[in-house]
């Protein structure tokens, strides 16, 4: 492999590599998960893991961009609290 590739074509390698093996493991996983609470449950599961999803991103969706806005004034203030926003950002996500 060149040592000068593009960072995209290194980026969408990474990525479809990444999302191959997260594919492969969810197949595993229901496969276990079918054997252990039977196939009616996991159909049920199945309809109720994607609402889930969309609630938390709903949850979710104001402290992103809540932390840019905050990063970005310290920044242009240099007052040096970057990583305050940061963290207390990770943490409110977290939780």
Same mark, same amino acid.
């Given at each position: 492999m060149r !040592?000068?590739?593009?960072?995209?074509?290194s980026g969408a390698? &990474?990525?479809?590599?990444?999302? &191959?093996?997260?594919? $492969? &493991?969810?197949f595993y996983y229901k496969i276990f998960l079918?054997?252990?609470?039977?196939?009616?449950?996991?159909? $049920?599961?199945?309809?109720?893991?994607?609402l889930l999803a969309v609630g938390i991103a709903f949850a979710n969706s104001?402290?992103?961009t809540a932390i840019s806005?905050?990063?970005? !004034?310290s920044s242009s203030a240099k007052d040096g609290r970057e990583k305050s926003y940061l963290a207390m950002g990770?943490? &409110?996500s977290l939780a």
């Open positions: !040592k000068n590739t593009h960072p995209v074509y390698l &990474l990525l479809t590599i990444t999302g &191959l093996f997260c594919r $492969l &493991l969810g079918s054997r252990a609470i039977g196939a009616k449950e996991l159909g $049920l599961y199945q309809l109720a893991m994607p104001g402290i992103h806005r905050f990063v970005a !004034k990770m943490c &409110l």
